[in-house]
Structure formats: structure tokens, C-alpha cells
């Protein structure tokens, strides 16, 4: 049996797609490996049939996330409308293709994040968790040192373990980040850390546009009044083939 697949990118934040089947934890460790495997950084599983589709997301280790924005607007691929209900979780989502564009962009229209400030950081619920840190030297910070000096602020204020840090620096009116992933590492980009920091900072400023640069792109968030969050950048085909079914159950 063969199961079709597209790999494809947001920002340098890259997944494998394909069709809501069983999956072992260590199939997808060996598909993601960057060497001896496709290489990805989240498998998403799409279940397309319904009218409000279904998504599962695995991190490169096999454990499961609730949220997943980058990979969310690379879905816009697979829609022939312009706008396209997900869930993941018990979080619903709305996809909005930008058709006037010559380039693939899509809008992830989010409910608002959850977070407070904690000692010098931020903690913040967007369906998944994330903590927030401004710094000096965005490019010369140690980044997996960071995470891991965290994880005893997480257990010291009872914070889940599942955390994704993010690291940012304002230049202008630019703010560049960087995101250590759970399950993953370091990203070129991630989609609900960048919504999650500017929740952060809008905490502080009350703003309400923000422009972020990552090493894998560029992306826009904005607030509305109505409490709603939106997340634009652009998506990329990558490659698309097909796997046969024992690549996931072995």
C-alpha cells in the first residue's frame, strides 16, 4: 500500500503531510532523521473528511503537539477555497489563502493567547506552551544552554514540561527571534512562538502589529479588537512522493 506525502515549508519551518494513519514513535523518529530519513522537523496527519478537517501533529522525537501555525498554513495547499477550518486538539484554527498575491501566503486566524509574566520571562498558552525572554545578543546566545537553564524555572514555578522557548531582540521596528522547539530543537522558525512572543510584548506595550525576522523568513502578526490573533507568511512546496505503509508501522 502506498501513502502519499508532501513535504513542504513555512518560514524554513519544514513538515512532512500526509493522510491521518497509524504511526509508531520510532517510524517517525527514522522519517525525520536529516541523514538517513526525508528530514523534518513536524509530521502532520490530515484528516480531510470533514467540512472542519482534522490534524494531528508529531514533533522529530514522536511526541505530540497541540498547536503547530507554520505547519497549519502549509495545509492551504491542500484546500480549493480560500478559507479552511482545522482542529488540532481542542484548538480550531481558520486558514485564509491571500489569492491576490503572486507568491503562496496564508493567514492563521488564532483565539488570542493565555500568558503573565514570571520572574524576567513570559509564559504563554497559545494551545501549546511557550516561554518568552528578551535579550541582548540574539545571534551569540546559546540557545540549547538557555532551554535547558530554563527547565529549573519550569519546575520551580510548576510550568509543564513541554515547553518551547523563545528568544527575542528588538532592532527598530523589526524584532528578530529565535525558537527552541520541545521534541525538535532549535527551528529555522515557529509560527506559535512568534504569536506567542508578540502576545508577550504586547503585555507590556499594548501593540498591536508586529514584524518578526527568523533565519528561516518573515512574518506578521496582528491583534484585533475582537480578540482575535493573525499569523501571515509565507509556504513553499518542498517535494512530494510516496511512502509505503510499512515505513510508518516498523
Known amino acids: 500500500m502506498k501513502i502519499k506525502f508532501k513535504k513542504m515549508q513555512s518560514n524554513g519551518n519544514d513538515f512532512l503531510i500526509t493522510e491521518d494513519i497509524?504511526?509508531?514513535?520510532?517510524?517517525?523518529?527514522?522519517?525525520?532523521?536529516?541523514?538517513?530519513?526525508?528530514?523534518?522537523?513536524?509530521?502532520?496527519l490530515l484528516d480531510r473528511?470533514?467540512?472542519?478537517?482534522?490534524?494531528?501533529?508529531?514533533?522529530?522525537?514522536g511526541s505530540e503537539a497541540n498547536n503547530c501555525f507554520n505547519g497549519?498554513?502549509?495545509?492551504?495547499?491542500?484546500?480549493?477555497?480560500?478559507?479552511?477550518?482545522?482542529?488540532?486538539?481542542?484548538?480550531?484554527?481558520?486558514?485564509i489563502k491571500n489569492n491576490e498575491s503572486s507568491e503562496q501566503i496564508a493567514t492563521v486566524l488564532s483565539r488570542m493567547p493565555k500568558g503573565r509574566k514570571i520572574d524576567n520571562f513570559y509564559y504563554i498558552d497559545i494551545g501549546n506552551y511557550h516561554v518568552i525572554k528578551e535579550v541582548d545578543d540574539i545571534f551569540r546566545a546559546d540557545l540549547k544552554f538557555l532551554y535547558k537553564d530554563f527547565k529549573v524555572k519550569a519546575e520551580k514555578f510548576s510550568l509543564p514540561s513541554n515547553y518551547n522557548l523563545n528568544i527575542?531582540?528588538?532592532?527598530?521596528?523589526?524584532?528578530?527571534?529565535?525558537?527552541?522547539?520541545?521534541?525538535?530543537?532549535?527551528?529555522?522558525?515557529?509560527?506559535?512562538g512568534t504569536a506567542a512572543t508578540a502576545y508577550a510584548i504586547s503585555?507590556?506595550?499594548?501593540?498591536?502589529?508586529?514584524?518578526?525576522?527568523?533565519?528561516?523568513?518573515?512574518?506578521?502578526?496582528?491583534?484585533?479588537?475582537?480578540n482575535v490573533l493573525l499569523s501571515t507568511a509565507g509556504y513553499a512546496l518542498e517535494s512530494e512522493g510516496e511512502l509505503s505503509k510499512s515505513d510508518f508501522d516498523e
Not at 22 to 44: C, H, V, W
Not at 168 to 192: A, L
Not at 210 to 223: A, M, P, R
Request: proline share 0%.
Open 22 to 44: 497509524n504511526i509508531l514513535k520510532a517510524s517517525i523518529e527514522r522519517l525525520s532523521d536529516r541523514k538517513n530519513g526525508i528530514g523534518f522537523d513536524q509530521l502532520l
Open 49 to 61: 473528511s470533514g467540512k472542519e478537517w482534522q490534524v494531528r501533529v508529531f514533533n522529530a522525537d
Open 72 to 95: 497549519l498554513r502549509c495545509l492551504a495547499s491542500y484546500s480549493s477555497e480560500k478559507e479552511q477550518l482545522v482542529k488540532i486538539y481542542k484548538n480550531i484554527f481558520l486558514i
Open 168 to 192: 527575542f531582540q528588538r532592532r527598530e521596528d523589526q524584532i528578530n527571534i529565535r525558537t527552541y522547539e520541545y521534541g525538535v530543537g532549535e527551528t529555522k522558525s515557529c509560527g506559535s
Open 203 to 226: 503585555l507590556e506595550t499594548n501593540e498591536k502589529k508586529f514584524k518578526f525576522s527568523s533565519k528561516g523568513g518573515n512574518s506578521v502578526i496582528l491583534f484585533e479588537h475582537n
